[in-house]
T-cell receptor
Framework: DQQVKQNSPSLSVQEGRISILNCDYT??????FLWYKKYPAEGPTFLIS?????DKNEDGRFTVFLNKSAKHLSLHIVPSQPGDSAVYFCAASDFNDMRFGAGTRLTVKP | DTGVSQNPRHKITKRGQNVTFRCDPI?????LYWYRQTLGQGPEFLTY????????KSRLLSDRFSAERPKGSFSTLEIQRTEQGDSAMYLCASSLAGAGETQYFGPGTRLLVL
């Protein structure tokens, strides 16, 4: 059962433009959401998170938006840089359980 | 380096052999998780420990898989009688239990079963 879905397997953007990665979830019990970034041959690296009591969290170039009614979250990266090229996983958790999406491969072209 | 570490980073084995992986979590973290990741998929939960207690196991964790965390610090994941379908990246993560819990991942162990 895929409780967390990332429907875009890949995304390509030009350097300096905005990257928007999307994620949908089905379990209304999830109350904490995270984005991880993964380079080849490495484990996922924590990027940014958001609690269900908020609808936006910003950290430098990265902003996560949460729409609880739509069960949707998105990660905005602006401006995008070539070093942002990686696979991005969204994750959703309740107290005991964390589920991951299948990932979106972001390519930022110089 | 005070992050999560995993050993070995790579393991090639023949079908039917047993393998064991080790994870050393961030020292003050009381929770430790094991995940499996295959190509094109996100990490899939296998099991987790709070201190030395194994609190949850996924149905993905067949009888051939066993995990331990004997002293509530490092953990081992053993796969007995490996099968080709066990080939994957095995990820370990650790966290501090609580609301807004963030898991921090190790670099993973890539297993190839021939």
């Amino acid at each position: 059962d895929q409780q967390v879905k990332q429907n875009s397997p890949s995304l390509s953007v030009q350097e300096g433009r905005i990257s928007i990665l999307n994620c949908d979830y089905t379990n209304s019990m999830f109350d904490y959401f995270l984005w991880y970034k993964k380079y080849p041959a490495e484990g996922p690296t924590f990027l940014i998170s958001i609690s269900s009591i908020k609808d936006k969290n910003e950290d430098g170039r990265f902003t996560v938006f949460l729409n609880k009614s739509a069960k949707h979250l998105s990660l905005h990266i602006v401006p995008s840089q070539p070093g942002d090229s990686a696979v991005y996983f969204c994750a959703a958790s309740d107290f005991n359980d964390m589920r991951f999406g299948a990932g979106t491969r972001l390519t930022v072209k110089p | 380096d005070t992050g999560v570490s995993q050993n070995p980073r790579h393991k090639i084995t023949k079908r039917g052999q047993n393998v064991t992986f080790r994870c050393d979590p961030i020292s003050e973290h009381n929770r430790l998780y094991w995940y499996r990741q295959t190509l094109g998929q996100g990490p899939e939960f296998l099991t987790y420990f709070q201190n030395e207690a194994q609190l949850e196991k996924s149905r993905l964790l067949s009888d051939r898989f066993s995990a331990e965390r004997p002293k509530g610090s490092f953990s081992t994941l053993e796969i007995q009688r490996t099968e080709q379908g066990d080939s994957a990246m095995y990820l370990c993560a650790s966290s501090l239990a609580g609301a807004g819990e963030t898991q921090y991942f190790g670099p993973g162990t890539r297993l190839l079963v021939l």
